[in-house]
Nanobody, 119 residues
Framework: VQLQASGGGLVQPGGSLRLSCAAS????????MGWYRQAPGKQRELVAR???????TYGDTVRGRFTVSRDARKNTIDLQMHSLKAEDTSVYYC??????????????WGQGTQVTVSS
């Protein structure tokens, strides 16, 4: 599975940005797709993920500001970000992994896209 992310960039505080990620290759339709982020000197953290059944999970710091959406036909996942803050500055990574119930483990990562929130 290959993941291609796009949409990062520089945005002012309070602004909006949309990230997109397309999965290619043999991605099982039951996969969970998500976005994570990692700032310098910090651990990678969950931003948002969505299961094949449509269950969404958000990180505490983005809930209410970010919205994740998934297109099962296109194998894409988007992240719409609103009310961006300086602390949202990070490298954002697209992820595909096995569903929680699966005994077959896999975990794929995209190359990362930089989001910088600054005036």
């Amino acid at each position: 599975v290959q993941l291609q992310a796009s949409g990062g960039g520089l945005v002012q505080p309070g602004g909006s940005l949309r990230l997109s990620c397309a999965a290619s290759g043999n991605m099982p339709s039951s996969s969970t797709m998500g976005w994570y982020r990692q700032a310098p000197g910090k651990q990678r953290e969950l931003v948002a993920r969505v299961t094949s059944g449509g269950t969404e999970t958000y990180g505490d710091t983005v809930r209410g500001r970010f919205t994740v959406s998934r297109d099962a036909r296109k194998n894409t996942i988007d992240l719409q970000m609103h009310s961006l803050k300086a602390e949202d500055t990070s490298v954002y990574y697209c992820n595909v992994r096995q569903p929680r119930w699966s005994s077959t483990k896999y975990d794929y990562w995209g190359q990362g896209t930089q989001v910088t929130v600054s005036s």
